[in-house]
């Protein structure tokens, strides 16, 4: 308990800046503590900027502050240097499985807390004190620690790679640079790294103003849509209160009509009750056979059988809620146009944001849905047949590896032992010496390749196949197929998977493309034309020829079609 106690007071009484404990501590206004040396020379560095801030709660200060000794730490300091405890770290400063160890530790190793690039070693709190206090380590680069130190280290010469080849892309020594990679574009490590950081920087800023871009849409449209649900439900409502007060004047004529009805058909029944009972009277008096009794009735009943309402009473056909009924159809008639109207203008609001959207990510490709594969058409027969297809290319120097030279009009391509003039450009190869057409492919298409010197491998491959690393290879990817043309043999390259084939040597070979029936012919010619190898696929991007050689002084060159 005791060691946790001292091993406490150690970690509260250590100076932030150099990590140790407090030698001659003072102590700034916003309260922490530092050693006097540490914090000037933190101040000094400040000077330029004219602030003076606080290393660790970041307050500034306008002057800088008189710098006064804290006796009480400076005892306790004392005090635990006296208890010889300092010394045993706790347990979790020692290295786990997963930390970086102190490579100067004996014994049971601490956590290391940085790395240095220039001795390419990483040091504990104790082992890195050097790095601040000698003048020749303090010029050293200190990282965080790295577990991957000895992959700057050259494989073959053993010497640190403090070069990077832009011809091959790749971090070299300088035993490499004089050797295998002299006439190269060789550049420092610190210079090709503080490049890429600006060009990332650069790329950063891009997003992140696509971003806000994005967001400011974004919200444009949830205003559209608390705009949209807002009227909606005002319209609604208005629209609830018109008929439901339609509906109570509907209800209110009706229950009128309807009682000034019920009080006619009252009368009317009231009327057949009278005529019934009169009938009956007539009927008996029909049948008396005294003719005085029969007179003396007759004028009085003659009177009573008058009608006192029939005669009142017009029936006619009635349209009762009809016309409402029309003027209600008609105001939904004309509602839904309205509405049609207003949803085709909001169709084309949203229209519009996707092709602003589309137009912040051009480099995204559309990705359609293949369509069914069509019935293969028959393929041509005769070199005759083969060149009524023939396209006349010609070779894209964006593309082109910095070792290639393009001439004929570039049709032609030569590997040369020495880089290129060519400028940077985001589609040329940086690995492979390869190059693709200008021409992308589509329909039924044949060219034919030419080559001297062996080591040509004539290909094609979608826009989109890597530029750099080990996915650009011809053949290497599922985006792209090429047929080694060695001298003594052939050979089908397609996603890392090669096929051998057997065939007459010569030194052109013909290509026969059919995009839409997913068909790739490659051809001996000579005299005669020998097939190769055929592939059966599905195509779902335009296809662009390539040539990619391998020895130096190989040419291959796009035939002009007679």
């Known amino acids: 308990m005791a060691q946790k106690g001292v091993q406490l007071d150690r970690e509260t009484i250590s100076c932030s800046i150099c990590l140790d404990l407090l030698k001659d501590p003072v102590t700034i206004p916003c309260g922490h503590s530092y050693c006097i040396k540490c914090i ?95 003048a020749p380590f303090k010029k050293h680069k200190l990282v965080e620690p790295s577990k991957n130190l000895q992959e700057n280290i050259c494989s073959d010469h053993g010497e640190v790679m403090k070069i990077f080849c832009r011809t091959d892309q790749k971090s070299i020594c300088y035993l ?53 649900n807002q009227s909606a439900d005002e319209t609604v409502e208005h629209s609830e209160k018109i008929f439901t007060e339609l509906r109570q004047q509907i209800r209110s004529q009706q229950e009128a009509k309807v009682s000034r009805v019920k009080e006619l058909q009252e009368k009317l029944e009231q009327e057949i009750t009278e005529l019934k009972k009169k009938d009956a009277e007539l009927k008996q008096l029909s049948h008396k056979e005294d003719h005085s009794q029969f007179l003396h009735s007759c004028p009085s009943v003659s009177a009573l059988s008058e009608s006192t309402h029939s005669s009142s009473i017009k029936i006619h056909p009635l349209r009762h809620f009809e016309d409402v009924t029309a003027a209600v159809s008609e105001l939904r008639d004309k509602l839904q146009d309205i509405l049609r109207e207003e949803w085709t203008d909001i169709s084309l609001r949203v229209t519009e944001v996707d092709v602003l959207l589309s137009e912040l990510e051009p480099e995204l490709e559309q990705e359609l849905e293949p369509e069914p594969e069509p019935e293969p058409e028959p393929e041509p027969e005769s070199r005759a047949d083969f060149l009524k297809y023939s ?9 082109a590896h910095r070792y290639l030279s393009l001439s004929e009009g570039n049709r032609k391509v030569t590997l040369m032992n020495q880089p290129q003039s060519y400028s940077t450009h985001p589609d040329r190869f940086t690995v492979k010496f390869q190059v693709l057409s200008r021409e992308s492919l589509t ?120």
Not at 52 to 81: G, I, N, Y
Not at 525 to 534: F, G, P
Request: aromatic share 10%; glycine share 6%.
């Open 40 to 134: 000037k020379t933190h101040w000094n560095g400040e000077n330029q900027k004219g602030i003076h801030s606080c290393p660790q709660c970041r307050k500034t200060f306008k002057a800088r502050p008189v710098l006064k000794k804290s006796t009480m730490l400076a005892d306790l300091v004392e005090q635990l240097k006296k208890t010889g405890l300092q010394a045993a770290p706790a347990d979790h400063c020692y290295a786990g499985p997963e930390d970086v160890a102190c490579d100067f530790c004996s014994g049971r190793k601490l956590k290391a807390i940085k790395s240095c690039l220039f001795c390419l070693a990483s040091y504990c709190e104790e082992h890195l004190q050097p790095h601040y206090d000698v």
């Open 176 to 228: 490499c640079s004089v050797d295998e990679h002299k006439g190269h574009d060789t550049v420092s490590a610190a210079v090709e790294s503080s490049e890429r950081q600006r060009k990332l920087e650069g790329s950063r800023q891009q997003i992140q103003q696509r971003i806000q871009d994005v967001e400011k849409d974004v919200k444009l449209l949830q205003q559209e849509v608390e705009a949209i």
């Open 391 to 399: 396209c006349e290319m010609t070779l894209d120097p964006n593309t």
């Open 443 to 562: 329909g039924r298409c044949y060219w034919e390749v030419e080559m001297r010197g062996g080591g040509v491998f004539v290909a094609v491959a979608y826009k989109n196949i890597s530029r750099a690393g080990s996915k650009c290879r011809f053949g290497g990817n599922d985006k792209s197929w090429a047929l080694d043309c060695d001298q003594n043999s052939y050979t089908f390259w397609y996603n890392k998977m090669k096929t051998s084939i057997s065939g007459p040597q010569s030194s052109r070979v013909g290509v026969y493309l059919d995009h839409r029936a997913g068909i790739l012919s490659f051809y001996s010619v000579s005299e005669t034309m020998t097939l190769l190898h055929r592939v059966q696929t599905t195509f779902t991007q335009p296809l662009y020829p390539g040539v990619w050689m391998n020895y130096y002084g190989s040419t291959a060159e796009l035939c002009e079609m007679k």
